[in-house]
């Protein structure tokens, strides 16, 4: 799985005009799920990822996990995070296929739900507007493939 996780200080996903998630302070999260990605990627991605300690403390610090700051997740799933791009027009046959990826991406919100965060999503295969105000800004990419 790989992830572009950035700090926010709110974040909403629109789709054919219409809300459908949106979020305080927190994280934007795009999700691409892989073709070897398995139920145990997607739970460790998303403890990795709710536990991260990227929000300022008392002195300033990056210190504070998720939990701390009351945050929510938005996700938004993102094939093209497997986009292969050694030519001008990207290919994205790297990406898993649609009906094992959307599995894996309620997968990663159902297990951060379970942890006790609010998350708010986009909609599976959608064309969607993102918005966010990057908090920071704080970007940080992880891949599963990549300890």
Known sequence: MRAVVTRVAHASVTIDGRVSGQIGRGFLVLLGVGPCDTYDTAVKLADKICNLRVFEDEAGKMNRSLEQVD?????VSQFTL???TSSRRPGFTGAAKPDAAILLYEAFMSHCRERGFRVEHGEFGADMQVDSRNDGP??????????
């Open 71 to 75: 945050g929510s997740l938005l996700v």
């Open 138 to 147: 704080v970007t940080i990419l992880f891949d599963s493939d990549r300890p």
């Open 82 to 84: 497997y986009a292969d």
